[in-house]
């Protein structure tokens, strides 16, 4: 299948920093990407969609000066967390979309786990 | 986007087949079914995909009753390894292919 990329995996920062997760499609064009959050033993929580070349769509909630969305080109997306605090910590994951017959499949990346110290 | 309900835990043996059902009553013409899998820290990881009848691949089957309601994935002799939670998911690609996603199965598998 499709092949995601997640960068970071994993990242610990202070409280106040800002922090961006990089999002790549790595063998296909994805003009749409997803961004999710995940507690634990949770779901997973749309958090906006990106689409390239235009502003993201959020999801009633979340405040996109928070997360900022930045989708510019066909391959990559980038949520930036500013200001991070410990609330932020969570599960966050990408997925990208790729038509498949007269259906789409998502395929997601690895995620990044964000701690906020 | 059409809910789906399915059970929150289900526990199977090495070599058995698992069948986990889903409902989705409210499914619309144009929507379709998807299941994931999904292990501890990591994204989810596409299973299958259908909208009618029966859909197999390499690792798992999908059955879906003509009224289209509900939805079983059917994981043939699983493995320790195929310990993880299975999200069911109806996709409307009248919505741009947004998913909501239900609480999931933690399907566990002992020796």
């Known amino acids: 299948g499709a092949v995601v990329s997640q960068h970071p995996s994993r990242v610990i920062c202070k409280s106040g920093t800002s922090v961006k997760i990089e999002c790549r499609s790595l063998d296909f064009q994805a003009t749409t990407m997803f961004w999710y959050r995940q507690f634990p033993k949770q779901s997973l929580m749309l958090m906006a969609t990106?689409?390239?070349?235009?502003?993201?769509?959020?999801e009633q909630g979340v405040e996109k000066d928070k997360f900022l969305i930045n989708h510019a080109s066909l391959t990559l997306s980038t949520l930036t967390v500013t200001s991070a605090h410990p609330e932020d910590s969570s599960f966050y994951i990408c997925?990208?979309?790729?038509?498949?017959?007269?259906?789409?499949?998502?395929?997601f990346g690895s995620g990044t786990q964000l701690s906020v110290l | 986007l059409a809910k789906t309900t399915q059970p929150i835990s289900m526990d199977s043996y090495e070599g058995q087949e698992v069948n986990i059902t889903c409902s989705h009553n409210?499914?619309?013409?144009?929507?379709?079914i998807t299941w994931y899998q999904q292990f501890p820290s990591q994204g989810p990881r596409f299973i299958i995909q259908?909208?009618?009848?029966?859909v197999t691949n390499e690792v798992a089957s999908l059955f879906i009753p003509a009224d289209r309601k509900s939805s079983t994935l059917s994981l043939p002799r699983v493995s320790l390894s195929d310990t993880a939670v299975y999200y069911c998911?109806?996709?409307?690609?009248?919505?741009?292919?947004?998913?909501?996603w239900g609480a999931g199965t933690k399907l566990i598998i002992k020796p």
């Open positions: 998911l109806v996709v409307s690609a009248d919505s741009n292919y947004q998913l909501i």
């Open positions: 997925s990208a979309s790729i038509a498949s017959g007269t259906n789409e499949k998502l395929f």
């Open positions: 409210n499914i619309a013409t144009n929507d379709y």
């Open positions: 259908g909208y009618k009848t029966k």
């Open positions: 990106s689409n390239e070349g235009s502003k993201a769509t959020y």
